[in-house]
Structures are given as C-alpha cells and as structure tokens.
C-alpha cells in the first residue's frame, strides 16, 4: 500500500475556509496522519484532469470526493475520471455512481414501497408523462414536486389544489394551484396548464426529472437528518421550518432552525434506517455504501397512530460536518478499516 489519500475538492462556493480548502477537509488529513498515513488536497479542474488522473494512479491507494458536483462546469468529466480512477485500483469513496444514483432525486422513487418510503411517489422524465400523470396524482392530496438539480429548495413546489373537494375525477387544467417554493417559502398562484407549462425547464438536459410525492405535513415538526459513515449513524441534525404559516421549508436559507441531537435521542428512526441499509444499497445500484452520506426523514403517523419516518431525500456529495469537527476521527479510522478490508 502507498498510505496516501487523496481529497478532491473543487474552487468556489461560500462555505471555504483559508486557501479556499473546506473547512472540515484538514481534520481529515490530520486524522490520517495520526495514523500513519499522509493525505493531501487536489482541486479538480476539468482541464488538468489527465494530470489529476495520473499522480492519483501513481500516488494513492484511496480518493474522498468532497465536490458538489452542481459546482463544476462539467460534471461528468469529473464523474469519468474518478470511473477511471476506480476500474485502475483506487478506491472510491465514494464510486461515482454511488454518489450519482444516491444524490439523485429519483433515489426516493427507487425505494418506493419499502419501510421508508410510501407506494405514491413517481419520477417524471419527460414533459409528456407529467402532463398525463400529474393531474391524476394531484386527486390524492397535497404533492411535493422536486427538481432533480437544484439545491436549498429551490424548484422544490409544495403543490395544493385550490378548492379541492369541488372536483370529483381528474383535477382539470384551468384548477387553480397554491404553489410554495421550498427556497423561501413563497407562495403564488398558477392554473395547473400554467404550471405544467413552468415545469418544461425541468426536463432540460441529461439528468431533467421531477419526483412527485405525497405533501407531509409533519414535516412542520423538522426534518430529520441522519448523518453517516457508511453503515453507522454519526449523528442526528434536526432542522425545524421557520415558525411562519405555510412555512414547510427546512432549508438553512429559509430561516429554519437547525440543532445536533444525539442518535440516542432517536432510537426508533436509527433501528429503521438500520433495517433498511440493506434495501438502500441493492436499489441504488449495490454499490458500497457512500463513505459520508445523509438521509433526511419527516415524521408521518401510521394507520394505528404510530410515528413513522418517510424518507425525503439523500446526498452523498460533498457532506460537510464542521460542527463537529472531531467526527474526522471517526472518518479517519474507517477509511483504514475499508483499506485494509480491500487488500486482505
Ligand atoms: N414530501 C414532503 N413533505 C413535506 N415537506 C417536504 C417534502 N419533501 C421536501 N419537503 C421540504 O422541502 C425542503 C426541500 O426539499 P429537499 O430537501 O428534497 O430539496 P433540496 O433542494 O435538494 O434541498 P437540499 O439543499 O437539502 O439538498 C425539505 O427540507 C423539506 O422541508
Ligand atoms: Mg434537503
């Protein structure tokens, strides 16, 4: 082995530290060399890949991709690269398209129907099946509408149908929506056809798709994300939407309120992720599971009035734990357990 890893990062975005370097990206370096072992940081650039490429081959037994992919100007030169990185030997944490089918909003269609997450949810990939289905769905209740690629909510639409319980079969398209955009918690008024239409830009490019899943209104209680490392769960971040009517948003930007709990603190929620780790990775493409990935939850009550965690979404790029700074600790130590796992 070489004991050397290497952390991709890439320039720009506004949570940087000093020379730009994220600022929970050093604790990592110094965990490892705690250890032994020596790390080092590379900023991605699409025009140095080739370079990139070959001192990680000839340097580095492991890459930790700490890039938001929606940062670069082409994500999937990056997406080959680490591909190539991990068909040469270096191990990826995570592959790369672990952290494609986990952080795609489609992740929650592929669960669908298991322990966490509810047999009404669907991923539109075309303009022409959200204009026949959607208006179907909407007779089911309130729906969330997500875009595949933004983040902070945005192009995350709360979707009501004004006066509801007037129509009987399918919602038709001069019904007048309440939207509320998850970025700000906004609210305006559209007819469904105004709507469908808005939706068009959603569809551009390669990886165009919206989810359409059921509205839950406990998500006023927070959101629940756990944060983990691999199979474990680390710790628990409760994000509460800003105490506002109409308000569902938990969004730091949308002014919730965001606290660290221990996983002690929710014992039900980590034994249901537990059981469901196993379901998460064979439908995601059976990958390992990432190294540092989250999964948010929101709290829905069961036919016999028991709480139950829906799944809402999943990221597994560029994680960030800056609050607790000592979980590089934790990274490091797994890191060289998955190491040495691969080589023995
Ligand atoms: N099904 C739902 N029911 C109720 N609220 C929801 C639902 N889905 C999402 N939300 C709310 O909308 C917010 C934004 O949704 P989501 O996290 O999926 O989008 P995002 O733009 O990718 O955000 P992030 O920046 O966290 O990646 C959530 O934090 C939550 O408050
Ligand atoms: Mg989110």
């Known amino acids: 082995m ?11 975005g506004l949570d940087k530290g000093e020379y730009g370097i994220r600022k929970d990206s050093i604790p990592i370096i110094e965990a ?16 140095d890949r080739g370079e990139i490429y070959r001192y990680t081959i000839d340097t580095a037994d492991a890459y930790i991709s700490r890039v938001d ?11 080959q690269m680490l591909r190539e990185l991990v068909n ?15 952080g795609a909003k489609n992740s929650i269609e592929k669960l669908k129907g298991s322990q966490i997450v509810p047999e009404d949810v669907y ?40 006066d509801f319980i007037r129509y009987q079969g399918d919602i038709p398209l001069n019904a007048k929506l309440k939207l ?49 490392l691999r199979d474990r769960v680390l710790k628990i ?3 509460k939407p800003i105490n506002k009517k109409g308000a569902f948003s938990a969004t730091f930007l949308s002014g919730a309120k965001y606290r660290y709990d221990t996983k002690e603190e929710w014992p039900d929620l980590v034994l249901t992720l537990k059981k469901s780790l196993g379901t998460i990775r064979k439908r995601l493409g059976n990958y390992k599971l990432p190294l540092l990935w989250t999964a948010d939850f929101i ?33 490091a130590d797994e890191v060289l357990a998955l190491l040495d796992n691969e080589h023995t």
């Open 2 to 12: 070489k004991k050397h890893v290497i952390i991709f990062e890439a320039r720009g």
């Open 32 to 47: 490892l060399k705690k250890r032994g072992w020596s790390s080092e940081i590379i900023f991605y650039h699409d025009e």
């Open 69 to 79: 992919p929606g940062n670069l100007v082409n994500e999937t030169c990056y997406f």
């Open 88 to 102: 040469n030997g270096v191990v990826g944490l995570p592959h790369p398209d672990a952290m494609i089918a986990y």
């Open 123 to 162: 991923t539109y990939y075309h303009f022409e099946t959200l204009k026949e289905e959607f208006p179907k769905r909407l007779k089911n209740g309130i729906r969330v509408l997500k875009q595949n690629r933004g983040t902070s909510g945005e192009g995350i639409w709360k979707v009501e149908v004004v």
């Open 180 to 228: 509320t955009e998850a970025k700000d918690n906004h609210t305006e008024y559209k007819t469904l056809q105004e709507f469908l239409e808005f939706c068009i830009q959603y569809f551009e490019g390669n990886d165009g798709m919206l989810l359409d899943m059921p509205f839950f209104e406990r998500i006023v209680e927070g959101e629940i994300r756990a944060l983990m």
């Open 237 to 239: 971040l409760h994000k």
């Open 299 to 331: 709290l829905d009550t069961d036919e016999n009035g028991n709480d139950k965690y829906v799944l809402g979404e999943i990221n597994a790029s560029c994680i960030g734990f800056v609050a607790h700074l000592e979980l590089s600790e934790n990274i």
